[in-house]
């Protein structure tokens, strides 16, 4: 099973940018497709973004064009992108592995995430 770590959350102000990191361990890495979840408060848990072994990708509707996730299958690293944001970015930031670029059911168990505040 892999171990997910997310970093590179904080506070930034509407318009700006954050890049999100999520550390993977275990040598099976790359026969995951890795994807990005959020969860603001009082709200369900949503899909953001999924990225398969080969970098194809696939987003929600509601960050295409501002966020971009790409991995790294040698550094065990996924990231996330994220252009543009605005104040209902505002989340925790999960990584999760999944099943394949469109089947989004999660795979293992959730990290501890990481907190995007975006102001307005």
């Known amino acids: 099973q892999v171990q997910l770590v997310e970093s590179g959350g904080g506070l930034v102000q509407a318009g700006g940018s954050l890049r999100l990191s999520c550390a993977a361990s275990?040598?099976?890495?790359?026969?995951?497709?890795m994807s990005w979840f959020r969860q603001a408060p009082g709200k369900e848990r949503e899909f953001v973004a999924a990225?398969?072994?080969?970098?194809?990708?696939n987003y929600a509707d509601s960050v295409k064009g501002r966020f971009t996730i790409s991995r790294d299958n040698a550094k065990n690293t996924v990231a996330l992108q994220m252009n543009s944001l605005k104040p209902e970015d505002t989340a925790v930031y999960y990584c999760?592995?999944?099943?394949?670029?469109?089947?989004?059911?999660?795979?293992?168990?959730w990290g501890q995430g990481t907190q995007v505040t975006v102001s307005s």
């Open positions: 999760a592995t999944i099943r394949s670029l469109y089947n989004l059911t999660p795979l293992g168990s």
């Open positions: 275990g040598r099976t890495f790359a026969n995951y497709a």
């Open positions: 990225c398969n072994w080969s970098g194809s990708t």
